[in-house]
Structures are given as structure tokens and as C-alpha cells.
């Protein structure tokens, strides 16, 4: 029988900032977040085909491509992203960065959670539903970052309605 390879099906991606504090509700930071995806598709390592940023925590929907790691990748990803966090909180003297201080052997700083949450997705049907929970997500009663999926601006929601890239890494889950 042969080895069915788990790094090359989309996936939905889940990684919440440490506490659920909201650090993701500043644009810079969401901005961090914006470029290393852009990093990672242009090295083609990565496929994005939706995703969310919230005040706290990200969705996505991704693929890692061939020849790539999906521990490898996520690992790249976040420890990016917490670096670029932790010089951008140093470089603007923010004394929100005091409460990312860890008592841990390997650090000092932690900004994301420790287990994100990587499902495969198998079915169109699954592939829907959790693209549509991405882009309705803004629109929760207790976010309310939103009247419509498309008018949140840190989304793939609006590139769905008008097939507009404004990040340049979205791919659509039908090409």
C-alpha cells in the first residue's frame, strides 16, 4: 500500500496568539503577518486559497507544495512572524511586549500559542465549509469587524466576490 503523503492536501491552519491576547488588532502586525505569507508564495513553498486575520488569532487555508515540510513551513512561518512582532514592539518602545515575556529555556519572548491546529482537508464539501467560516468569522457577533465577508480588509473574502489579488499570493481553490 502505498504512503499517502499528508503535506501535499490544502489544509486549514489555526494559530492564536499566546493568552488570545490581541496583538492582531493593529494593522502593522497583521501587515507581518501579510508579507511572510507573501514570502512563502513567492518562494513557492506554500499555495494560499483563504484566510483571515483577527484581532487574536489567523485562518488559513493552504498547501504546502512539494519537495516542503508542512511542520517545516509552519514552523518558518511562525517563528517569522514572532521575531517580526517582537522587533516591531521593540523598535516603537510598545510596553505591550511585556506580555510576551516566557520563563522558558528556549526563549524569551512566546507570541504564538504553542499547538496550532493543521486539519486536512479531503472534500470539496470540507474545503467550503471552512472557507466559508473563514471569511464569515469578521462578522461573528462578538468580533463584529464587519457588515459584509468582503468589506474586512484582512481577508480573502473580497478576492473571492471581484477575483482581485490585493495581497498577490491568493490562489482560487478552482484553478
Given at each position: 500500500?502505498?504512503?499517502?503523503?499528508f503535506n501535499y492536501h490544502p489544509q486549514f491552519f489555526t494559530a492564536t496568539i499566546l493568552e488570545w491576547k490581541p496583538l492582531?488588532?493593529?494593522?502593522?502586525?497583521?501587515?507581518?503577518?501579510?508579507?511572510?505569507?507573501?514570502?512563502?508564495?513567492?518562494?513557492?513553498?506554500?499555495?494560499?486559497?483563504?484566510?483571515?486575520?483577527?484581532?487574536?488569532?489567523?485562518?488559513?487555508?493552504?498547501?504546502?507544495?512539494?519537495?516542503?515540510?508542512?511542520?517545516?513551513?509552519?514552523?518558518?512561518?511562525?517563528?517569522?512572524?514572532?521575531?517580526?512582532?517582537?522587533?516591531?514592539?521593540?523598535?516603537?518602545?510598545?510596553?505591550?511586549?511585556?506580555?510576551?515575556?516566557?520563563?522558558?529555556?528556549?526563549?524569551?519572548?512566546?507570541?504564538?500559542?504553542?499547538?496550532?491546529?493543521?486539519?486536512?482537508?479531503?472534500?470539496?464539501?470540507?474545503?467550503?465549509?471552512k472557507l466559508d467560516y473563514i471569511h464569515n468569522n469578521p462578522?461573528?457577533?462578538?468580533?463584529?469587524?464587519?457588515?459584509?465577508?468582503?468589506?474586512?480588509?484582512?481577508?480573502?473574502?473580497?478576492?473571492?466576490?471581484?477575483?482581485?489579488?490585493?495581497?498577490?499570493?491568493?490562489?482560487?481553490?478552482?484553478?
Amino acid at each position: 500500500m502505498a504512503e499517502i503523503n499528508f503535506n501535499y492536501h490544502p489544509q486549514f491552519f489555526t494559530a492564536t496568539i499566546l493568552e488570545w491576547k490581541p496583538l492582531l488588532q493593529t494593522d502593522a502586525f497583521k501587515d507581518i503577518i501579510i508579507k511572510s505569507l507573501l514570502f512563502l508564495a513567492n518562494e513557492k513553498s506554500i499555495v494560499v486559497y483563504g484566510f483571515v486575520i483577527m484581532p487574536n488569532h489567523i485562518h488559513l487555508i493552504w498547501q504546502i507544495q512539494d519537495g516542503y515540510k508542512r511542520d517545516a513551513i509552519q514552523m518558518r512561518f511562525l517563528k517569522f512572524t514572532a521575531q517580526q512582532f517582537k522587533f516591531k514592539l521593540l523598535d516603537t518602545d510598545d510596553a505591550r511586549l511585556s506580555l510576551f515575556l516566557v520563563n522558558a529555556k528556549d526563549r524569551q519572548y512566546q507570541f504564538w500559542e504553542r499547538n496550532s491546529l493543521s486539519t486536512n482537508l479531503w472534500s470539496p464539501g470540507v474545503f467550503t465549509q471552512k472557507l466559508d467560516y473563514i471569511h464569515n468569522n469578521p462578522l461573528q457577533q462578538k468580533w463584529q469587524l464587519a457588515t459584509l465577508p468582503e468589506d474586512y480588509k484582512y481577508s480573502s473574502a473580497r478576492f473571492y466576490l471581484t477575483n482581485e489579488d490585493n495581497f498577490g499570493f491568493l490562489k482560487h481553490h478552482n484553478e
